[in-house]
């Protein structure tokens, strides 16, 4: 059972442009939603997270937008660079961060075009 | 040290032949995770442990997949007899107690 779904599975950007990326969740349990960048031969490295008791965080061009009502939640990229070319990761889990299991979603894999 | 080391980076085993993957968290870091990331997909939670405990192990996929972590730092994933199936990146994490996670680089493990 796939807990958190995430779309689209691949995406191409001009530089300059708005990268979104989506997920939905199931599990209404999940309370804190961590993106993840990761680019080949390295591990994921914590982007920015959010938890359900606010609507948007934005740090720097990232910003997650939460919908909790519809269990959705998305990532802009504004101002898209070459360097933001990666694969992407939205993630959810339950209780604190350093105690709760990370459910992944797919990844999407962006390509910003110079 | 400054990250989370895993070595080796690169194993190729042989179908049946057992394997040892290490991981060096960050000093201090208490919690400390497994994940299995297959080739294009998300990775998947194997095990947990808080310094030396193993709390959670529900994410390892058999009984050929065992953890330790017996002094609460360093901590190794062995798998035994080894099937092309486990052929994957094998990454650990490790937090501060209420902190976001570190990942490694990873093991990518390919079974021939």
Redesign the interface.
Known sequence: QQQVK?SPQSLIVQKGGISIINCAYENTAFDYF?WYQQFP??????LI?IRPDVSEKKEGRFTISFNKSAKQFSLHIMDSQPGDSATY?C?ASKG????G???????TTLQVKP | GAG?SQSPRYKVAKRGQDVALRCDPISGH??L?W?QQAL??????LT?F?NEAQ??KS?LPSDRFFAERPEGSVSTLKIQRTQQEDSAVY?C?S???????T????TRLTVV
């Open positions: 995430q961590p031969g390295k591990g994921p490295a914590l997270a990761f993630a604190s961060s350093n105690t299991k990370l459910i992944f979603g797919q990844g | 989370v208490v919690s995770f994940y294009g997909q998300g990775p998947e939670f947990y808080q709390l959670d994410g990454l994490a937090s501060l107690q209420g902190g976001s996670y990942f490694g680089s990873g």
